[in-house]
């Protein structure tokens, strides 16, 4: 049986999770999400309700793992964020994205570039309005490596709510997938989809 461990994510990481397992579950197996936030324990209930899909679940010491059964076609909920509800009052989320296609910023030499990249990702942690999604491909995804200086940074800034998608083509080519323990593995498709719906785009 497929296990999701999203503890220590919050919304709409888990929901997001979900989600695949649905698409990539065939009709009669099952899987399971395990999360520790209550709120994304409850979004993660409705979203299966929604969308007609039968679970139970257990609860231990402030761990819920729901296991989801299905049994038949689902239908498509285009933006599980909707079911997202927050329970961190001290930050706002804008409407903007930030892709990193690089694991340095801007052109010139190379320490100077990953020196401001690495300033920039731990700048964005004190904004007022954090970004709604980051995104990584081509060398971008080395920043989410775990072997990265700023993977603690990105690890935080995943707890206060952002979703970290993570070209997951991209982790192969590297050869780093065993070393990515932050954020999503998306695909082209989710990482356009991402972009095409957001507000403003920042590329650093």
């Known amino acids: 049986m497929l296990i999701i461990d999203t503890s220590g994510q919050l919304c709409p990481a888990p929901l997001i999770a979900t989600k695949r397992a649905l698409r990539e579950t065939a009709v009669g197996e099952s899987f399971q999400i395990i999360t520790d936030n209550r709120n994304s324990f409850s979004n993660v209930s409705r979203f299966l309700r929604d969308n007609l899909t039968g679970f139970s679940f257990t609860e231990s010491a402030g761990i819920w793992t729901l296991t989801v059964k299905k049994t038949g076609s689902t239908g498509e909920i ?6 997202c ?5 001290h930050f706002s989320k804008g409407s903007y994205i930030v892709v990193f296609s690089s694991d ?13 990249i ?3 990702i731990r700048a964005t942690k004190e904004l007022d309005l954090l970004p709604d999604k980051m995104v990584f491909y081509n ?4 920043l989410v490596s775990d072997k990265s200086p700023v ?9 206060m ?8 083509t991209c982790a192969k ?5 065993e070393n990515i323990s932050t954020g999503i593995m998306s695909n082209m498709f989710e990482i356009a989809q991402a972009m095409a719906s957001a507000g403003n785009i920042i590329k650093p």
């Open 151 to 159: 993977a603690v940074h990105l690890r935080e800034l995943e707890k």
């Open 161 to 168: 709510g952002v979703t970290l998608l993570v070209c997951e």
């Open 78 to 83: 285009t933006d599980p964020s909707e079911y």
């Open 104 to 116: 340095k910023m801007g052109e010139g030499d190379d320490n100077l570039g990953s020196l401001l």
């Open 118 to 120: 690495n300033n920039f």
């Open 85 to 89: 509800t927050t329970d961190i009052p």
């Open 139 to 142: 060398s971008g995804v080395l």
């Open 173 to 177: 080519h590297y050869s780093i997938v």
